[in-house]
């Protein structure tokens, strides 16, 4: 199985505080990996030492072969959306798409503006003035234009309504398919990542409890979130 993640007993402390401990996993490549668990439970820390946002405090990480953030190209290679959907206020759609030009060296033009046209984000429309779902879907766009090979997204529809996260979901899992592109995806929302995901890694107690293919788990005749939500109590519990 290629990957694009592989940690061992990764580990990340804030003080005396381990936000992420003992965490051994293996991303693999191709797929929309949903990375699920409960709030502290270490999602947002992984996510960020794989965008080389942090430094691992033990074991080793490599994101597409590499120590993630080594060089400008890897960087280049991986996108990475935060939690809030990190647009400008101020700044337009067609500003960011320009931005976007300017600071990615692998950047996608034609594929930024006919996402943006066919979502219906108004060029000369400010980030501050879209709603919570068109502003989620500029970063999205903005994410894929960069043409990464790994797209990461924390916890990307967490403040969106039922409806905007439906079309993101499905807007995501398109490109995805149409591109190739491997995807890292975290939630706390069992049933969204059931969407899109085809193989999820939970984290609780700031380990590893479950990861595996979404037909595999549902093969064991209980359903993704019982299977889910069992590996997280079990987790809790230790």
Same mark, same amino acid.
């Given at each position: 199985?290629?990957?694009?993640?592989?940690?061992?007993?990764?580990?990340?402390?804030?003080?005396?505080?381990?936000?992420?401990?003992?965490?051994?996993?293996?991303?693999?490549?191709?797929?929309?990996?949903?990375?699920?668990?409960?709030?502290?439970?270490?999602?947002?820390?992984?996510?960020?030492?794989?965008?080389?946002?942090?430094?691992?405090?033990?074991?080793?990480?490599?994101?597409?072969?590499?120590? $993630?953030? +080594?060089?400008?190209?890897? &960087? @280049? !290679?991986?996108? =990475?959306?935060?939690?809030?959907?990190?647009?400008? /206020? %101020?700044?337009?759609?067609?500003?960011?798409?320009?931005?976007?030009?300017?600071?990615?060296?692998?950047?996608?033009?034609?594929?930024?503006?006919?996402?943006?046209?066919?979502?219906?984000?108004?060029?000369?429309?400010?980030?501050?003035?879209?709603?919570?779902?068109?502003?989620?879907?500029?970063?999205?766009?903005?994410?894929?234009?960069?043409?990464?090979?790994?797209?990461?997204?924390?916890? $990307?529809? +967490?403040?969106?309504?039922? &409806? @905007? !996260?439906?079309? =993101?979901?499905?807007?995501?899992?398109?490109?995805? /398919? %149409?591109?190739?592109?491997?995807?890292?995806?975290?939630?706390?929302?069992?049933?969204?990542?059931?969407?899109?995901?085809?193989?999820?890694?939970?984290?609780?107690?700031?380990?590893?409890?479950?990861?595996?293919?979404?037909?595999?788990?549902?093969?064991?005749?209980?359903?993704?979130?019982?299977?889910?939500?069992?590996?997280?109590?079990?987790?809790?519990?230790r």
């Amino acid at each position: 199985m290629t990957a694009v993640l592989e940690a061992h007993v990764l580990g990340r402390r804030y003080g005396t505080r381990w936000a992420l401990r003992e965490c051994t996993v293996v991303v693999p490549a191709g797929r929309v990996v949903g990375l699920v668990g409960p709030n502290g439970a270490g999602k947002t820390t992984l996510l960020k030492l794989a965008a080389g946002q942090l430094a691992p405090t033990t074991g080793d990480l490599a994101v597409l072969g590499e120590r $993630p953030g +080594a060089t400008p190209a890897h &960087l @280049a !290679r991986v996108g =990475f959306v935060a939690q809030d959907t990190p647009v400008y /206020a %101020a700044l337009t759609v067609a500003d960011h798409l320009r931005l976007g030009a300017r600071l990615n060296p692998r950047w996608d033009a034609p594929l930024a503006r006919e996402r943006a046209a066919r979502l219906g984000l108004p060029p000369a429309r400010r980030a501050g003035r879209l709603s919570g779902g068109q502003r989620a879907q500029l970063a999205l766009t903005l994410g894929l234009a960069k043409r990464p090979e790994l797209l990461i997204l924390d916890e $990307p529809v +967490a403040a969106l309504d039922p &409806l @905007a !996260r439906r079309e =993101f979901l499905e807007g995501l899992g398109e490109a995805a /398919a %149409a591109h190739g592109l491997s995807v890292l995806l975290s939630s706390h929302l069992v049933s969204d990542l059931e969407r899109v995901c085809d193989h999820v890694i939970v984290l609780a107690g700031s380990r590893v409890r479950l990861a595996g293919d979404v037909d595999r788990l549902r093969a064991s005749g209980r359903g993704l979130e019982d299977v889910v939500l069992a590996a997280m109590d079990a987790g809790a519990g230790r």
